[in-house]
């Protein structure tokens, strides 16, 4: 699971709202052949995964969120998955900025 990967993903989710009737069973095969792939990835390396680089994490998060917003049916949740393109929780930067006032005194 990379970033590009989580970008398609996304990109489908877009798509799919702005258009919902165009190439729909172009996006299910896509689909479909993805969560496949993903399913794989994670039986393969889920272990070793809490060891990788940040980003491999959150690509990998991101990932699962995006494809249960995708196949609510197929990754059922407690909670409804995120992500990190449209959730602008993620964007509240005023809870971690410092001003430059601030660094001087």
Same mark, same amino acid.
């Given at each position: 699971?990379?970033?590009?990967?989580?970008?398609? $993903?996304? !990109?489908?989710?877009?798509?799919?709202?702005? !258009?919902?009737?165009?190439?729909?069973?172009?996006?299910?095969?896509?689909? &479909?052949?993805?969560?496949?792939?993903?399913?794989?990835?994670? !039986?393969?390396?889920?272990?070793?995964?809490?060891?990788?680089?940040?980003?491999?994490?959150?690509? !990998?998060?991101?990932?699962?969120?995006? $494809? #249960? #917003?995708?196949?609510?049916?197929?990754?059922?949740?407690?909670?409804?998955?995120? &992500?990190?393109?449209?959730?602008?929780?993620?964007?509240?930067?005023?809870?971690?900025? #410092?001003?430059?006032? &601030?660094?001087?005194?």
């Amino acid at each position: 699971m990379h970033y590009l990967e989580l970008d398609a $993903l996304y !990109a489908l989710k877009l798509m799919r709202t702005l !258009a919902p009737a165009y190439r729909g069973p172009d996006i299910e095969r896509a689909l &479909d052949a993805y969560v496949d792939l993903a399913l794989e990835d994670w !039986a393969d390396h889920h272990e070793s995964l809490l060891s990788q680089h940040p980003h491999v994490i959150l690509a !990998a998060v991101g990932t699962f969120g995006l $494809l #249960q #917003q995708h196949r609510p049916e197929q990754f059922p949740d407690s909670r409804a998955w995120s &992500d990190i393109f449209t959730d602008r929780r993620l964007y509240m930067t005023s809870a971690v900025e #410092q001003l430059a006032s &601030d660094k001087q005194n």
